[in-house]
């Protein structure tokens, strides 16, 4: 069957898609950044990174929102919602590929298959946001992490906050100049075991929390106020959406080498199975042993800042010293896309990777660009409350969205079969869902706005 695309109205700016798997002329970003080298298992590991991080320990607190019921049923519909999506995404970019034209960039996608020149720059300005917001706050939460170990040694130290975002700023600065997105696949491989290793952790510790004598009572209840249990709810659904966000599915296909067929699924597969070990466990283990006190970052919670620690301090110090790490190799899977976008302009992609000529400018404003992103972590440590209006915003539009409109537009399903319908029914609620989550998300931003402070050595939850 042959399928006939739209005819894609490119913005001049929007270099043309990759003709039958090739390198098209003088893109550096697709040469250098976006280099096509790996296997499908490397792919496993990108997705790994950037779906599975320490948000999951977020999960107790969202079902805190939920209850059991709501909650069990909300993670698993956005669990199999993101699979089909990430999967329905897949299918377009392979479809592309098989007609001679191989897409690496979510905007080029978005504009080529939709026909128009104004998606270009909206993918363009949600992809920006929703990466360089992650790269801030995987920052913020590293000099966090800092912290808590620096005050357990040393209650009463001089050191601050700020300083500490400066130290992983620093080391992001040196870990930054790794060149292209497939040569993190070996960070990225330690940073699914390091997911694996803390989960594990924080299930151990709650467990032998809800053991001991210290066990916080359990309650299960939920906002007494029908309009505060509403929004609270929605706050929750809003937070596992933003979870299970990618937003750079494209990119991330675009680092496997031609052909492309199957390979991402075999890697969505993975992703999905360390999700379905990592995500579950954690919620369940959380919101069972805390219920409705459980904090925003559950280690917080095993951590109280009155009173002994619910678990051994070794065992918690060693969670947090893996959430550290791998909050390293997030940084570096979001920056990815700013970093193509530089060398696209920057770079000559007729000289090497390792020229003079392209290494400079490389080193410069990557360089920058974590000084731009440690500054803003520093500086508003009340950033969650932030990001979370733009997790509703943008992975909404990318993740459950989108995908969906592009297969229709791609694939033509008869407008009587399931799956055209499936997939306007997820757009449809998933528009209802991002609308009402952005309300609840800036409703929490307006309540939590007198504990905001510049430069405060506390982190807003």
């Known amino acids: 069957m042959t ?24 893109d550096a970003g697709a040469a250098f950044v976006l280099e096509s080298k790996g296997e499908w298992y ?37 669990g199999v919602v993101t699979f089909y999506s990430y999967y329905l995404m897949s299918l377009v970019l392979e479809h592309c590929e098989k007609a001679g034209k191989r897409h690496i ?37 590293a000099g966090e992490c800092l912290q808590i170990m620096y005050s357990s040694v040393s209650p009463d130290g001089p050191l601050h906050l700020w300083e500490f975002i400066a130290m992983v700023t620093v080391v992001m600065m040196v870990l930054s100049q790794l060149p292209t997105f497939h040569s993190l696949r070996h960070v990225n491989l330690a940073s699914l075991f390091l997911s694996l290793a803390y989960t594990f952790i924080v299930v151990g510790a709650c467990i032998h929390a809800g053991l001991s004598k210290n066990a916080p009572p359990r309650d299960y209840s939920l906002e007494s106020s029908k309009f505060s249990m509403v929004m609270s709810a929605f706050t929750s659904i809003s937070i596992i959406a933003a ?5 750079i599915v494209p990119e991330i296909q675009a680092t496997l080498a031609p052909p492309v067929t199957g390979k991402m699924l075999k890697g969505l597969m993975m992703c999905y199975a360390v999700i379905f070990v990592t995500f579950y466990s954690a919620a369940v283990s959380g919101y069972y042993v805390f219920g409705n006190t459980a904090s925003s ?29 791998q909050l390293f190799a997030i940084g570096l899977v979001y920056s990815q896309v700013a970093y193509e976008i530089m060398e696209t302009k920057s770079a000559d992609v007729n000289q090497g990777m390792f020229s003079k000529r392209n290494l400079i400018p490389r080193i410069i404003l990557r360089s920058l660009y974590m000084i731009f992103c440690g500054f803003f972590a520093a500086m508003l440590p009340f950033f969650g409350d932030i990001n979370g209006v733009v997790g509703a915003l943008g992975f909404i539009p990318l993740d459950f969205i989108l995908p969906m409109l592009l297969y229709n537009m791609t694939y033509k399903p ?32 307006v309540l939590d706005a007198s504990k905001f402070k510049l430069f405060s050595d506390d982190v807003v939850d």
């Open 243 to 247: 979870i299970f966000g990618n937003g």
């Open 297 to 325: 970052n559950i280690l917080k919670s095993l951590m109280p800042d009155e009173g002994p620690a619910l678990a051994p301090t070794w065992l918690l110090g060693l969670g947090v010293i893996f959430v550290l790490l």
């Open 3 to 26: 399928i006939h695309l739209q005819q894609p109205l490119l913005p001049s700016e929007a270099p043309a898609p990759l003709e039958n798997g090739t390198v098209r002329q003088g």
């Open 42 to 78: 490397h792919a496993g590991f990108h997705l790994t990174t950037a779906i599975v991080g320490p948000t999951i320990l977020t999960l107790p607190y969202a079902f805190r929102g939920l209850g059991w019921g709501l909650g069990f049923f909300s993670l698993t519909v956005m």
């Open 105 to 141: 960039r979510f905007r080029e996608l978005a504009s080529d298959v939709l026909g128009s020149g104004w998606m270009f720059y909206f993918v363009i300005f949600i992809q920006t946001a929703i990466n360089t917001g992650i790269s801030i706050g995987a920052i913020l939460l």
């Open 414 to 445: 008869s407008r009587s079969s399931f799956t055209y319908w499936i997939n306007i029914i997820i757009m449809v609620v998933f528009t209802g869902v991002g609308l009402l989550g952005s309300f609840s998300s800036i409703r929490k931003l």
